[in-house]
């Protein structure tokens, strides 16, 4: 059973840096997809970051690129997102997810994505 289990969530305030971490069992995913989504209150989920672990190749929503890094460690089987200079729109739910066999146009898309953490909150104070 797959089970993928974020963690690092806070509150900061408006600049500040945080990260999440996202340990994913049940399965390797070191040749699928993994990355992060975020919902806010009242918003629908939106995209903010994934990579493609096989080829290493990662992709950025347009509003946080720069911003946010995107890693992963292998060998824990765990994604990451530093984020940097954190604003106060983004406070959110940010949800980890995990799937295989993800083609690159849909990577964006949380359709695409098999499985889902339960959230962690980010909250940013202005």
């Known amino acids: 059973q797959v089970h993928l289990a974020e963690s690092g969530g806070g509150l900061v305030k408006a600049g500040d840096s945080l990260t999440l971490s996202c340990a994913a069992s049940?399965?390797?995913?070191?040749?699928?997809?993994m990355g992060w989504f975020r919902q806010a209150p009242g918003k629908e989920q939106e995209f903010v970051a994934t990579g493609k672990w096989s080829g290493g190749h990662t992709y950025y929503s347009d509003s946080v690129k720069g911003r946010f890094t995107i890693s992963r460690d292998d060998a824990k089987n765990t994604i990451y997102l530093q984020m940097n200079n954190l604003k106060p729109e983004e406070t959110a739910v940010y949800y980890c997810?995990?799937?295989?066999?993800?083609?690159?146009?849909?990577?964006?898309?949380?359709?695409?994505?098999?499985?889902w953490g339960q959230g962690t909150q980010v909250t940013v104070a202005s």
């Open positions: 049940g399965q390797s995913f070191r040749r699928g997809a």
């Open positions: 997810a995990a799937g295989m066999g993800v083609i690159t146009s849909s990577l964006r898309s949380a359709a695409a994505y098999t499985y």
